[in-house]
């Protein structure tokens, strides 16, 4: 399959003009990249497989920073009832889809990149571990030094370990489950059986 020129363009760094980006969060899309791409190094992808890997890294978080209620009305009714902060994900996939990107596997991990899917691959659950794992986030450094150093070979069995502390947290807060994030993580856990 060609790449989209978004995502060729993305693979070399660039953000398609209508990304919605402060430099903070250029700078976090830019360690997730880098950690994909090493990852993919390690696996001895090829460099068009590579270059993918790169471009998720750039694309998952494009319209993070655009308004969480404009980005409502641009997906799905059944995604559209998602909470504020998760709506960036499958917004950024549906714009890449109008503008002409056909590569699902792609689209899918953009979309539920924060949230986790049943669906998701490997391109997919790479992209899940690499926006936990990024080493710029303060938070359980130690813990996630040593899920990153098991990365990319133990990817199934790290990124279960990051969908695990994500449901903690959700748990812990009080907060309710997505559809999405259960059928991930019975999808993982069942892998395992």
């Known amino acids: 399959m060609i790449p989209h020129p978004i995502v060729e363009a993305a693979a070399e760094g660039r953000l398609p003009e209508w990304a919605a980006v402060g430099?903070?969060?250029r700078e976090h899309i830019e360690r997730?990249?880098?950690?994909?791409?090493?990852?993919?190094?390690?696996?001895?992808?090829?460099?068009?497989?590579?270059?993918?890997?790169?471009?998720?890294?750039?694309?998952h978080d494009v319209l993070r920073e655009a308004d969480p209620?404009?980005?409502r009305d641009r997906v799905s009714p059944d995604l559209a009832r998602l909470p504020r902060p998760?709506?960036?994900?499958?917004?950024?996939?549906?714009?890449?889809?109008?503008?002409?990107?056909?590569?699902g596997e792609l689209l899918r991990?953009?979309?539920?990149?924060?949230?986790?899917?049943?669906?998701?691959?490997?391109?997919g659950r790479a992209?899940?571990?690499?926006?936990?794992?990024?080493?710029?986030?303060?938070f359980l450094h130690e813990w996630?030094?040593?899920?990153?150093?098991?990365?990319?070979e133990d990817l199934d069995a790290v990124c279960l370990e990051v969908a695990g502390a994500r449901i903690r947290n959700l748990l812990e807060r009080g907060s309710s489950l997505l559809p999405q994030t259960v059928g991930f993580w019975n999808a993982l856990v069942g892998e395992r059986s």
């Open 23 to 25: 430099p903070t969060r």
């Open 32 to 59: 997730v990249a880098e950690l994909l791409d090493s990852w993919a190094v390690t696996l001895d992808l090829e460099d068009d497989e590579r270059r993918r890997w790169r471009s998720v890294g750039f694309l």
């Open 69 to 71: 209620e404009a980005l």
């Open 86 to 103: 998760v709506l960036h994900g499958p917004a950024a996939a549906e714009r890449l889809r109008v503008e002409g990107v056909r590569d």
């Open 109 to 123: 991990a953009v979309a539920f990149h924060t949230i986790g899917d049943a669906g998701l691959g490997r391109l």
């Open 127 to 138: 992209l899940y571990s690499a926006d936990f794992l990024e080493p710029g986030r303060s």
């Open 144 to 152: 996630r030094t040593s899920l990153r150093e098991r990365m990319p």
